[in-house]
Protein backbone atom coordinates (compact mmCIF):
# COMPACT_ATOMS: atom_id res chain seq x y z
CA UNK A 1 0.00 0.00 0.00
CA UNK A 2 1.26 3.48 -1.06
CA UNK A 3 1.38 6.27 1.39
CA UNK A 4 2.28 9.97 1.02
CA UNK A 5 2.06 11.81 4.43
CA UNK A 6 2.89 15.14 4.50
CA UNK A 7 3.68 17.20 7.46
CA UNK A 8 4.61 20.77 8.38
CA UNK A 9 1.86 22.76 7.44
CA UNK A 10 0.27 25.86 9.67
CA UNK A 11 0.03 29.47 10.11
CA UNK A 12 2.66 31.99 9.23
CA UNK A 13 2.94 35.81 9.06
CA UNK A 14 4.23 37.25 5.61
CA UNK A 15 7.95 36.88 5.70
CA UNK A 16 8.17 34.13 7.49
CA UNK A 17 9.14 30.46 6.91
CA UNK A 18 7.85 27.02 7.04
CA UNK A 19 9.44 23.46 6.14
CA UNK A 20 7.14 21.06 4.59
CA UNK A 21 7.73 16.83 4.79
CA UNK A 22 6.47 14.07 3.07
CA UNK A 23 6.90 10.50 4.25
CA UNK A 24 6.80 8.15 1.20
CA UNK A 25 6.23 4.24 1.89
CA UNK A 26 5.02 1.52 -0.09
CA UNK A 27 7.64 2.43 -3.31
CA UNK A 28 10.75 2.23 -4.67
CA UNK A 29 11.59 6.03 -3.46
CA UNK A 30 14.78 6.93 -5.28
CA UNK A 31 13.24 5.85 -8.47
CA UNK A 32 10.67 8.31 -8.11
CA UNK A 33 10.24 12.00 -8.92
CA UNK A 34 9.27 13.67 -6.30
CA UNK A 35 6.89 16.53 -6.36
CA UNK A 36 5.16 19.62 -4.66
CA UNK A 37 1.91 21.07 -5.52
CA UNK A 38 -0.31 23.33 -4.28
CA UNK A 39 -4.74 24.14 -4.70
CA UNK A 40 -5.75 27.71 -3.22
CA UNK A 41 -9.90 27.61 -3.03
CA UNK A 42 -11.12 28.72 -6.86
CA UNK A 43 -7.93 27.64 -8.48
CA UNK A 44 -6.47 24.73 -10.27
CA UNK A 45 -3.77 22.51 -8.58
CA UNK A 46 -0.47 23.99 -9.32
CA UNK A 47 3.07 22.75 -9.97
CA UNK A 48 5.31 24.02 -7.09
CA UNK A 49 8.24 22.01 -6.90
CA UNK A 50 9.58 18.69 -8.36
CA UNK A 51 13.08 16.97 -8.04
CA UNK A 52 13.90 13.69 -9.79
CA UNK A 53 15.77 10.74 -9.16
CA UNK A 54 19.24 12.52 -10.15
CA UNK A 55 18.63 15.31 -7.99
CA UNK A 56 17.46 17.55 -10.73
CA UNK A 57 14.60 20.52 -9.28
CA UNK A 58 12.68 22.54 -11.45
CA UNK A 59 10.09 25.68 -9.74
CA UNK A 60 7.74 27.46 -10.58
CA UNK A 61 8.45 31.00 -11.61
CA UNK A 62 6.34 32.47 -8.68
CA UNK A 63 8.10 30.40 -6.35
CA UNK A 64 11.82 30.77 -7.66
CA UNK A 65 14.76 32.10 -5.16
CA UNK A 66 12.09 31.58 -2.57
CA UNK A 67 11.26 27.89 -2.24
CA UNK A 68 13.67 24.98 -2.14
CA UNK A 69 12.87 21.35 -2.39
CA UNK A 70 15.38 18.31 -1.33
CA UNK A 71 14.86 14.51 -0.94
CA UNK A 72 16.52 12.38 1.62
CA UNK A 73 16.39 9.27 -0.38
CA UNK A 74 17.79 7.06 3.40
CA UNK A 75 14.33 8.41 4.91
CA UNK A 76 12.34 8.09 1.88
CA UNK A 77 11.34 11.66 2.49
CA UNK A 78 10.85 15.32 0.56
CA UNK A 79 11.25 18.15 1.45
CA UNK A 80 10.02 21.94 0.60
CA UNK A 81 11.72 24.54 2.41
CA UNK A 82 9.42 28.05 1.96
CA UNK A 83 11.28 31.45 2.62
CA UNK A 84 9.90 34.54 2.49
CA UNK A 85 5.74 33.68 2.29
CA UNK A 86 3.80 35.43 0.67
CA UNK A 87 -0.72 35.56 1.44
CA UNK A 88 -0.46 34.14 -1.99
CA UNK A 89 1.31 30.89 -0.92
CA UNK A 90 -1.96 30.42 1.10
CA UNK A 91 -2.88 26.79 -0.44
CA UNK A 92 -3.42 23.10 0.09
CA UNK A 93 0.08 21.69 -0.33
CA UNK A 94 0.16 18.47 -1.69
CA UNK A 95 2.78 16.11 -1.97
CA UNK A 96 3.22 13.71 -5.31
CA UNK A 97 4.97 10.53 -6.38
CA UNK A 98 5.57 9.96 -10.09
CA UNK A 99 6.82 6.88 -12.31
CA UNK A 100 6.83 6.91 -15.66
CA UNK A 101 2.97 6.13 -15.47
CA UNK A 102 2.29 5.66 -11.83
CA UNK A 103 1.53 8.72 -9.96
CA UNK A 104 0.60 8.85 -5.99
CA UNK A 105 -0.98 11.95 -4.06
CA UNK A 106 -0.43 12.84 -0.23
CA UNK A 107 -3.50 14.00 1.34
CA UNK A 108 -2.41 17.39 1.49
CA UNK A 109 -1.24 20.07 4.33
CA UNK A 110 -2.77 23.67 4.59
CA UNK A 111 -0.51 26.60 4.46
CA UNK A 112 -1.95 29.91 5.82
CA UNK A 113 -0.08 32.65 5.00
CA UNK A 114 -1.60 35.87 7.12
CA UNK A 115 -1.02 38.70 9.38
Known amino acids: QVQLVESGGGLVQPGGSLRLSCAASGIRFAIYTMGWYRQAPGKQRELVARIDSGGRTNYADSVQGRFTISRDNAKNSVYLQMDGLKPEDTAVYYC?????????WGQGTQVTVSS
Open 96 to 104: NAQFVGQGY
